[in-house]
């Protein structure tokens, strides 16, 4: 039952990914463990950078042990759940992949997926060297492996930006922070235009509408009218 865990609130950095509980709330709701753990979203082990707090995030440290450097993916076969079923690890059962996953909550699908659009992008010249998972391809545009793109780009779209994502930005963005923003948080749909349905539509901040929609506006057609002037020929 969700309702037994705290609301999530926009104010702060210390939403655990993996629960649902609050870092600051351990003490109060420490119902996996006592410790937390910094989760790099996209494990180290691939060869992602430390410190980016884009996605390097704060979890339940037994949980974020149980999925260890799995691949995010969709479970067929649990074979572990953290409490109330939040988050789970087990056989993928989404087509491409046959290995072991780590399922998150719907409720925070949307979060990881724009945070692993945020590293493709930002990492573009590095992510080629990585490796891992059964996810990571080695290529510039399009660095994750097909299913697991096809797999975010719908999680994105299940879970759309809310007003966690939008605080966590906000506090990221800060510059006794890190200075930086996630661009797939500022602006939903993002990813169309880049991968997905609108990849052949020139990315405008006037057009663009949030969801992946563009607006294209309507031109009349000029009226010539002779009256209006003169012109002088040699």
């Known amino acids: ?10 104010s702060d950095l210390d939403l655990m990914l993996y629960t649902r509980l609050y870092a600051s709330d351990l003490s109060d709701h420490g119902i996996c463990s006592a410790c937390i753990n910094r989760e790099h979203t996209v494990p180290q082990s ?5 410190s980016d707090i884009v996605h390097v995030v704060p979890t339940d440290g037994y949980v974020n042990n149980r999925r260890g450097n799995y691949p995010f993916g969709e479970v067929g076969t649990i074979s572990y759940q ?18 072991t996953v780590f399922e998150p909550n719907d409720e925070v699908k949307g979060d990881i997926a724009r945070i692993y659009f945020y590293m493709a992008t ?6 080629t060297n990585w490796s891992g998972g059964g996810v990571i391809t080695g290529t510039k545009y399009q660095p994750y492996a097909q299913w697991t793109f096809d797999m ?13 994502e939008r605080g966590r930005n906000e506090a990221i963005a800060k510059e006794d922070v890190q200075g930086n923003r996630n661009p797939f948080v500022d602006y939903a749909g993002l990813e169309d235009y880049i991968w997905g349905s609108l990849k052949e539509v020139a990315f405008s901040y006037d057009n663009y509408q949030g969801g992946g929609e563009i607006v294209v506006p309507t031109i009349a057609q000029p009226v010539f009218s002779p009256q209006g002037g003169t012109f002088t020929g040699e």
């Open 152 to 164: 975010l780009m719908r999680w994105s779209k299940l879970d759309p930006v809310d007003d966690v």
């Open 122 to 127: 930002c990492y573009e010249n590095t992510i």
């Open 82 to 99: 953290s409490n109330n079923g939040y988050s789970k690890l087990g056989s993928c059962k989404t087509s491409g992949y046959s290995g």
């Open 1 to 10: 039952d969700l309702h037994s865990f705290p609301t999530r609130r926009s």
């Open 46 to 50: 691939w060869g992602a950078p430390k």
